[in-house]
T-cell receptor, first 113, second 114 residues
Framework: DQQVKQNSPSLSVQEGRISILNCDYT??????FLWYKKYPAEGPTFLIS?????DKNEDGRFTVFLNKSAKHLSLHIVPSQPGDSAVYFC????????????FGTGTKLQVIP | DSGVTQTPKHLITATGQRVTLRCSPR?????VYWYQQSLDQGLQFLIQ???????AKGNILERFSAQQFPDLHSELNLSSLELGDSALYFC?????????????FGSGTQLSVL
């Protein structure tokens, strides 16, 4: 039962353009969402997060949007840079019995120079 | 460098064997998490410890066990290994082990069961 889904395994974007990575979740008990970036041969590193009380959070070139009614979130990277090429994981957590952080399967982003 | 240390980086073993993966959390972090990443799979949560006590359990097989020691390092023990256990195993740590904390990951242990 994949409660956090990233339906696009890969994405290619030209340098300077916008990258949009999508994530859907099924469990309405999730109330906190995070994005992690992973380079080859390294562990994931935290990128940005958003609480369910917000619909947008911005940090430099990275913005996360949350649509609770659609159970959908997206990560926007503007402008995209070659160094952004990595696998991006969406993750979700919640209170009560959903304290564990649940990860999606990841989207591999390639930014073409 | 996340500050989380995992050893060994690579492990090759045979079916039926037992292995131990080790994790040292970041200085000051009390909580340790174990995740498994199989081919084309996301990070599957296995288990979480906080200050030596088990806090949350995920889809961890009965053949697998873990513990967190008084010095806060953790070990994941995998026994009666099967081919399907081949995966990348990540350890992560956080300060307080609360759901909304960001996790700091080690670089993983690549386990190959032949």
């Amino acid at each position: 039962d994949q409660q956090v889904k990233q339906n696009s395994p890969s994405l290619s974007v030209q340098e300077g353009r916008i990258s949009i990575l999508n994530c859907d979740y099924t469990n309405s008990m999730f109330d906190y969402f995070l994005w992690y970036k992973k380079y080859p041969a390294e562990g994931p590193t935290f990128l940005i997060s958003i609480s369910s009380i917000k619909d947008k959070n911005e940090d430099g070139r990275f913005t996360v949007f949350l649509n609770k009614s659609a159970k959908h979130l997206s990560l926007h990277i503007v402008p995209s840079q070659p160094g952004d090429s990595a696998v991006y994981f969406c993750a979700a957590s919640g209170a009560g019995g959903y304290q564990k952080v649940t990860f999606g399967t990841g989207t591999k982003l390639q930014v073409i120079p | 460098d996340s500050g989380v240390t995992q050893t060994p980086k690579h492990l090759i073993t045979a079916t039926g064997q037992r292995v131990t993966l080790r994790c040292s959390p970041r200085s000051g972090d009390l909580s340790v998490y174990w995740y498994q990443q199989s081919l084309d799979q996301g990070l599957q949560f296995l288990i979480q410890y906080y200050n030596g006590e088990e806090r949350a359990k995920g889809n961890i097989l009965e053949r697998f066990s873990a513990q967190q020691f008084p010095d806060l390092h953790s070990e994941l023990n995998l026994s009666s290994l099967e081919l399907g256990d081949s995966a990348l195993y990540f350890c992560a740590s956080s300060v307080a082990g609360t759901p909304n904390e960001k996790l700091f990951f080690g670089s993983g242990t690549q386990l190959s069961v032949l």
